[in-house]
């Protein structure tokens, strides 16, 4: 199984709600990362976790909250967002952090509108 | 970080060979060259990645400059389901994050 899901596949949100953002890897992988994608732009790196501990944060906003729960299993807590965080959040998740020999697995992401 | 330049966008025709060049004239001696694309409405999925030396894979070719100055990613018989963005990644061995430039917006014509 070389697949990262993403749950859900779409999301419409409010400026005062709470939602979370799911991904999942079943490939033993140990490196886990949030991509964030506006429309027509490449993906922005958000988060890194290596061996379910936080690696990176680039300086992104404290309304996204990232969440390791165990190996397999990613979230991406959002809360009080503003419309210009509207965009492709994506999921990819690779055998170990700092090897440069293996791919990047990526999810098809979660398309997020904030009202 | 070494950069990468690529062409903002290509168009082939389809069943016609295609070569996207990638410029990264700043690349250090451990830096893997990584080619990764972009379907419509889907993640990046990898396609090749190499060293030093050309690389061929089911998806594609990799031919490295002897510099290493410069790398060019072909598919040896476009098809209109190749129709994606293609980014090239410089990747080296102390930082594993990846970075994506801008990458080439590649068209297929029937």
């Known amino acids: 199984d070389t697949e990262v899901t993403q749950t859900p596949k779409h999301l419409v949100m409010g400026m005062t709600n709470k939602k979370s953002l799911k991904c999942e890897q079943h490939m033993g992988h140990r490196a886990m990362y949030w991509y964030k994608q506006k429309a027509k732009k490449p993906p922005e790196l958000m988060f890194v976790y290596s061996y379910e501990k936080l690696s990176i944060n680039e300086s992104v906003p404290s309304r996204f909250s990232p969440e390791c729960p165990n190996s397999s299993l990613l979230n991406l807590h959002l809360h009080a967002l503003q419309p210009e965080d509207s965009a492709l959040y994506l999921c990819?998740?690779?055998?170990?952090?700092?090897?440069?020999?293996?791919?990047?697995?990526f999810g098809p992401g979660t398309r997020l509108t904030v009202l | 970080d070494a950069k990468t330049t690529q062409p903002n966008s290509m168009e082939s025709n389809e069943e016609e060979p295609v070569h996207l060049p990638c410029n990264h004239s700043?690349?250090?001696?451990?830096?893997?060259i990584h080619w990764y694309r972009q379907l419509p409405s889907q993640g990046p999925e990898y396609v090749i990645h190499g060293l030093t030396s050309n690389v061929n894979n089911r998806m594609a070719s990799l031919a490295i400059a002897e510099d290493r100055k410069s790398s060019t990613l072909i598919l040896h018989r476009a098809t209109l389901r190749d129709a994606a963005v293609y980014y090239c990644i410089l990747r080296d061995g102390d930082v594993n994050d990846m970075r994506f430039g801008a990458g080439t917006r590649l068209t297929v014509k029937p």
């Open positions: 990819a998740s690779s055998q170990l952090r700092g090897d440069p020999y293996n791919e990047q697995f």
């Open positions: 700043t690349i250090s001696g451990t830096d893997y």
